[in-house]
T-cell receptor
Framework: LAKTTQPISMDSYEGQEVNITCSHNNIATNDYITWYQQFPSQGPRFIIQGYKTKVTNEVASLFIPADRKSSTLSLPRVSLSDTAVYYCLVDSSYKLIFGSGTRLLVRP | NAGVTQTPKFQVLKTGQSMTLQCAQDMNHNSMYWYRQDPGMGLRLIYYSASEGTTDKGEVPNGYNVSRLNKREFSLRLESAAPSQTSVYFC??????????FGEGSRLTVL
């Protein structure tokens, strides 16, 4: 199981782009990188998943360098409603372990 | 579309009591999971079921048992509840590894 390291917390302002980086030095060849968002009192919600290079969907982009030892979740033009905890998971098995996550606070 | 449904949503138990948390998914997913989340903390995996008929221990299985009743349902049982099991319990399901769909959570308080 690859261990992940994320910043504990980040602050931003509305309208800014936010980049949250996750380190996973021991990532295995078959591992995928998945990001989740969790609001208070709710279960986590899938945001984006990737294996290499760049993946983009309607809410975020995921950048993965060639060595795959880190990944960056990019949230364009954040709003107050993006205040949440963001988790990075790295695995290819069924035993899906969450790390501590990054608590993002978006200020007006 | 209901997705992942957990019952009950709230429960208060006394130390030593037993109870079962129920989880059902209607997405025809093969894999199902139980996590717990203590206040201000991340999620910890209790048990998971990669497919119907199989269950495996996660990070914190002690004090819990699970049953994968069929493809849709995955229950979590506390045989003798302890205050340390006060937490929010989340059930999740997945068709592919990594993309989990979560229920709304079950809030358990053990006095």
């Amino acid at each position: 199981l690859a261990k992940t390291t994320q910043p504990i917390s980040m602050d931003s302002y509305e309208g800014q782009e936010v980049n949250i980086t996750c380190s996973h030095n021991n990532i295995a060849t078959n591992d995928y990188i998945t990001w989740y968002q969790q609001f208070p009192s709710q279960g986590p919600r899938f945001i984006i998943q990737g294996y290499k290079t760049k993946v983009t969907n309607e809410v975020a982009s995921l950048f993965i360098p060639a060595d795959r030892k880190s990944s960056t979740l990019s949230l364009p033009r954040v709003s107050l409603s993006d205040t949440a905890v963001y988790y990075c998971l790295v695995d290819s098995s069924y035993k899906l372990i969450f790390g501590s996550g990054t608590r993002l606070l978006v200020r007006p | 579309n209901a997705g992942v449904t957990q019952t009950p949503k709230f429960q208060v138990l006394k130390t030593g009591q037993s109870m079962t948390l129920q989880c059902a998914q209607d997405m025809n997913h093969n894999s199902m999971y139980w996590y717990r989340q203590d206040p201000g903390m991340g999620l910890r995996l209790i048990y998971y079921s990669a497919s119907e008929g199989t269950t495996d221990k996660g990070e914190v299985p002690n004090g819990y048992n699970v049953s994968r009743l069929n493809k849709r349902e995955f229950s979590l049982r506390l045989e003798s509840a302890a205050p340390s099991q006060t937490s929010v319990y989340f059930c999740a399901s997945s068709q592919t590894t990594g993309e989990l769909f979560f229920g709304e959570g079950s809030r358990l308080t053990v006095l």
